[in-house]
């Protein structure tokens, strides 16, 4: 494996790194290893919201920190650009490739295009694109989730949890991904009480609208719902998730966050009371997952899924309002049990 044999790199590495790549986004890259083509480890490039989104893009890097600390070779992580287009993205990916790095892995289904096109450039190279099923390429790995039964959990949660018997919902963008969430919340909600009330709401109708990257979008369209009785928001939005956290601490409701624990985030540990729990997805396990096959010289490919029942989603426990309520926990476990034996089908429309 390549850890095997390592030097330290130069600080020339990083910097013609920084260089090649400085006309497609930012880039920070972490070194312990060797400077040899070929000879580097796992690059991530970010969706939009970029890192530190305490989301979806922070749980990708936790992914690569573990494979940093584990196999100590040399990483990079690539900021994206505002209005970049398919072609840009693609240029980050081959930048990466010609550095050496194996795997590379396109941070969210907007880099489809993207994987596609670098993925035919360089077939000796595993590619990983998170959130897309669509690239079908021997050298690809398309790691999805099945966030819609996180999602129908989220909706047991709220529906338990509700005093106004109203609750929201905030999409970021309106797209298939995110009507998984959706859908899953809101039958999720219906099947524990018919008698409550969703608000559904997306902020954009495209990415490039800042559905996923605006705080205060979020917070505008949580203000909204909460001025119509909703009491607690569930919000799969990335970045723009922030803005209905924070305007549900505001307003002393509750928010369920999403992707990550929310709950444990630092940026937001101001607003962790009034986080009731978050529907995660395990992004970090499989973007580790890939970096390892990788290494064990067995690289993952094709449609990699995560599930209930593989455990890579679910919904975290760090609120002990949440976790030491026994009624909702029966009622979650209850409809955890049945969606993995099959007895519930969660709508992913």
């Known amino acids: 494996m390549r850890r095997i044999s390592r030097i330290t790199v130069a600080g020339a590495a990083t910097a013609s790194l920084a260089l090649a790549l400085s006309a497609c986004g930012g880039t920070s890259t972490s070194s312990g290893s060797s400077e040899s083509k070929g000879d580097k480890g796992l690059a991530i490039a970010y969706d939009v919201g970029g890192k530190g989104d305490q989301s979806f893009n922070d749980a990708a890097y936790a ?3 573990r494979a940093k600390k584990e ?3 040399e990483t990079a992580d690539v900021e994206p650009t505002e209005g970049e287009t398919d ?3 693609e240029q980050r990916l081959v930048s990466l490739a010609k550095q050496g790095y194996n795997p590379i892995i396109g941070v969210g289904y907007a880099y489809a295009a993207a994987v596609k096109g670098a993925a035919e450039k360089f077939p000796d190279t595993t590619f990983g694109i998170v959130d897309d099923a669509t690239v079908e390429a021997k050298n690809v790995a398309d790691l999805v989730f099945s966030e819609e039964e996180a999602s129908y959990l989220a909706g047991v949660a709220a529906a338990k949890a509700t005093k106004t018997k109203t609750v929201g919902f905030v999409g ?4 298939p991904l995110i009507h998984k969430f959706r859908a899953g919340f809101e039958q999720g909600v219906e099947d524990t009480d018919p008698a409550v009330k969703v608000i559904p709401q ?3 109708q495209t990415a490039e609208e800042g559905g996923f990257s605006s705080p205060d979008k979020g917070k505008t369209a949580a203000e909204g719902q909460i001025e119509k009785k909703a009491d607690v928001i569930y919000a799969a939005a990335g970045l723009s998730g922030q803005g209905v956290i924070e305007a ?3 307003n002393k409701v509750w928010a369920i966050g999403v992707d990550s624990d929310q709950y444990q985030q630092e940026a937001l540990a101001k607003y962790k009371d009034s986080i009731l729990t978050s529907a995660m997805k395990d992004v970090a396990k499989a973007v580790y997952k ?3 096959s990788v290494e064990d010289r067995s690289p993952q ?3 990699v899924r995560g599930d209930l029942k593989s455990g890579e989603v679910s919904l975290s426990n760090s609120n002990p309002k949440f976790a030491d309520d026994a009624e909702l926990q029966e009622a979650i476990e209850t409809a955890k049990e049945k969606i993995i034996s099959g007895e519930i089908k969660v709508k992913s429309s």
Request: charged share 15%; glycine share 16%.
């Open 290 to 292: 890939l970096a390892q």
């Open 71 to 73: 196999y100590g070779y």
């Open 301 to 303: 490919t094709g449609i």
């Open 87 to 89: 072609a840009d993205k």
């Open 248 to 250: 549900a601490a505001a």
């Open 202 to 204: 997306f902020l954009t």
């Open 172 to 175: 970021g963008v309106d797209i």
């Open 63 to 65: 992914g690569l920190e």
